[in-house]
């Protein structure tokens, strides 16, 4: 676990040693089981979580009590309620594990700390942030504007192995169509006999 | 234009005079008529710009040639095109002024080097992207999952000033509604006489 986080941080940055030993000191490790919440909306976000295994959905639930997938984590990717975490607020959206999940746990202390104390983090989450935005920015663009086909074929191309990995409810719920639609879009994607 | 631009960056970061010369010796400003593009889909991206005043509008235009607004810009924003600007890559996105507008425009190498040259600037455009990323995961929550009437109230606490400065069809193609929808939705708003 230590030698993921640790080869994924040195994607970006260089670490010596015993940077990579004040980094990690700043997070804590968690198994957390399928069907268990990291974040719960209403109470308290403290951590922002990066994935080592496992598979997390980002859920808005409407005032009508219906669950809108705002995205998907899985390994290697850092997940939170971004505005919560650096607020320290209430969750606005939950954290809910699709599949037996760890994760490193980085309270909002040990995030400032890090960018204060070690440039090469600070620069770590810059380019993180800079990416993360990106990705907003092409998620709202697919949910603007791309039909539905061309919004599932981005999907396949972002997450490959998503399909295999959760159900059809929930792909059909993060890419915001029917239930029958994603059917209709799966049975196209099959190369012919 | 100068003082504006320290005071946006002291709201996050002290500087001294010393250090905001060498910020100011990165940026250019620039000013644009209403109309004119800051950016054409198809060309490479070169800049980020700092609205000084005016307004402008991010936009994706769909294989059928419809326009969506990813994004409005208006005074003290950050706007570009996130993606083609760090891979300085040809735009997938548009930027076009919907008054006359004055921006500071940072090209990637001034970015770079001042994120490596002044921690403060690495700190605020950490804390800018950060700021960002919730922006956008809010906008991906108002999308998938709030009706037309939130999204409308939520557009003008967030620019409550947008009404007065663009279009109806505009505002309507922001919120992905039609015509018809913002202007009962607009009606609904005025208070009784």
Chains 1, 2 share one sequence.
Not at 105 to 124: D, I, S, T, V
Not at 125 to 139: D, E, H, N, S, Y
Request: charged share 25%; hydrophobic share 45%; net charge positive.
């Amino acid at each position: 676990m230590q030698q993921q986080l640790r080869e994924h941080l040195e994607r970006i940055v260089s670490l010596t040693d015993e940077e990579f030993a004040l980094v990690l000191a700043q997070f804590t490790s968690r198994q957390v089981r399928k069907g268990q919440f990291l974040i719960r909306k209403g109470e308290r976000v403290r951590e922002l979580y990066f994935v080592v295994q496992g598979l997390l959905k980002l859920v808005h639930t409407d005032a009508a009590g219906k669950a809108h997938i705002v995205s998907l984590a899985m390994e290697d990717w850092w997940e939170g309620d971004f505005a919560a975490y650096l607020a320290q607020a209430p969750a606005t959206l939950s954290l809910q594990c699709l599949e037996d999940t760890a994760v490193w746990c980085l309270p909002l202390a040990g995030y400032e700390y890090l960018c204060q104390q070690l440039p090469q983090m600070a620069r770590f989450f810059l380019v993180k942030f800079a990416r993360g935005g990106i990705a907003a920015q092409q998620r709202i663009v697919s949910l603007l504007a791309l039909p539905a086909r061309e919004r599932y074929e981005r999907l396949l191309r972002q997450y490959p192995t998503l399909p295999q990995r959760v159900s059809k409810t929930l792909l059909a719920a993060y890419l915001g169509v029917s239930r029958e639609t994603l059917s209709r879009l799966a049975d196209q994607e099959r190369p012919p006999k």
